[in-house]
């Protein structure tokens, strides 16, 4: 079956303390994962993808298909990261007509 | 930066009515979607159009639901008799390489 598992509904840390957002999935084939954002209800934002390998907003996250996991991680917390997080799955490459499955969500709160 | 528009943002209607949810998804995207978000649930995939017509759809997506692309421009998602469990918000996305996705019209069903 296809799922996507974030463990955790709510995360609250610390400024400037370290963050990593769980993220597990089940899927038979190669999947493509993603995290969104939504920022105080408003649209899904794409924070990453692992096939781009990049960081953003000093963000990173690596896909480990051993673990079947896909964790979200920052070494400093920021205020302004308060947001709902989302992991997703893909099920066709590069997003061509590929359905999105998506997780529970995990709220980050990042205190002063 | 192109967007995915979705109006109105928020509509209110009584039980067994119609409702329109429209999308202008981004123009020389050729996968559309519809997705929605029950508060406090996970947002969950309801169909994807593409080439005018449904490619895929899921269980939610019953007889009630319908998609339709009427112009070269708008992207509709018809709940013929609403329930109050439709409430909900509903995202509309399209995707070339990377998904895009609306603000969401939050539906309430009274």
């Known amino acids: 079956a296809q799922r996507v598992t974030q463990p955790e509904k709510l995360l609250s840390v610390f400024k400037g303390a370290p963050v990593e957002l769980k993220c597990n999935y089940s899927?038979?084939?190669?999947?493509?994962l993603f995290w969104y954002v939504q920022y105080s209800r408003q649209r899904l934002q794409l924070l990453l993808r692992?096939?781009s390998r990049e960081s953003i907003k000093g963000f990173t996250a690596d896909l480990n298909k051993g673990e079947t996991s896909f964790h979200l991680k920052k070494p400093f917390a920021q205020e302004e990261d308060s947001a709902m997080y989302y992991c997703?799955?893909?099920?066709?490459?590069?997003?061509?007509?590929?359905?999105?499955?998506f997780g529970q969500g995990t709220e980050l709160s990042v205190k002063p | 930066e192109p967007e995915v528009t979705q109006t109105p943002s928020h509509q209110v209607t009584q039980m067994g009515q119609e409702v329109i949810l429209r999308c202008v998804p981004i123009?020389?995207?050729?996968?559309f979607y519809w997705y929605r978000q029950i508060l406090g649930q996970k947002v969950e995939f309801l169909v994807s159009?593409?080439?005018?017509?449904?490619?895929?759809k899921s269980e939610i997506f019953d007889d009630q639901f319908s998609v339709e692309r009427p112009d070269g421009s708008n992207f509709t998602l018809k709940i013929r008799s609403t329930k109050l469990e439709d409430s909900a918000m509903y995202f509309c996305?399209?995707?070339?390489?990377?998904?895009?996705f609306g603000s969401g019209t939050r539906l309430t069903v009274v």
């Open positions: 996305a399209s995707s070339d390489s990377g998904y895009t």
């Open positions: 899927y038979s084939g190669s999947p493509e």
């Open positions: 692992h096939i």
């Open positions: 997703a799955l893909s099920t066709l490459r590069g997003n061509q007509g590929g359905k999105l499955i």
């Open positions: 123009s020389n995207h050729l996968y």
């Open positions: 159009f593409y080439n005018n017509e449904i490619s895929e």
